[in-house]
């Protein structure tokens, strides 16, 4: 981890492992394409062996309001946007343009501003970082994330959680 002064503002600048995040992946049960940018980690994921869409809900359909509210992480689906993290989501599509239900492409961001602190205060660091990647990934193929809004990042399931 790094601080970078940009003018009057500071940023942090994270320094992944690549092993490490693809070996989160695999344990989650994803696989992974990484592709390294300067300013973040891009991953195409894909659920090989799974036989139902990951669960990503709309969180405006009447039939998930009770389960949208036990949910750990929020997609904003205007923007693709985890909510409160480095994380954002984009769907992915076949040649003929309908939305892969085992994929999705996730950008970990490299820098953030040294007042970003993640749910309950946590300060930045790899290490943190990690953790909420492979909770979040998790999520995604046994508990649920909450997709509110759109029309830029859509949910993938339309049917309430168990």
């Known amino acids: 981890m790094q601080l970078l002064q940009a003018g009057n503002h500071q940023l ?7 092993d490490a995040v693809t070996t989160l992946a695999n344990q ?5 394409e990484i592709q390294d940018t300067p300013r973040a980690l891009i991953f195409d994921l894909w659920a090989q062996n799974r036989e139902t869409p990951l669960l990503l ?12 509210s036990r949910c750990q992480f929020y997609v904003d689906g205007a923007t ?16 003929s343009g309908h939305l892969q239900p085992d994929g999705l492409r996730l950008r970990l961001a490299k ?16 290490q943190v970082i990690y953790g909420l990647l492979f909770n979040f990934l998790q999520a995604l193929q046994q508990v649920g994330v909450a997709v509110c809004g759109g029309p830029i990042f859509l949910p993938l399931t339309r049917t309430k959680a168990r």
């Open 28 to 32: 989650a049960e994803f696989q992974v």
């Open 57 to 68: 809900f709309d969180a405006a359909e009447p039939s998930n309001l009770g389960w949208f």
């Open 111 to 126: 820098e953030a501003p040294t007042n970003f602190r993640l749910p309950g205060k946590q300060p930045l660091s790899e």
């Open 12 to 18: 942090v600048l994270m320094e992944y492992d690549l």
């Open 80 to 95: 693709g946007n985890v909510l409160q993290t480095p994380i954002s989501l984009a769907n992915k599509r076949d040649r």
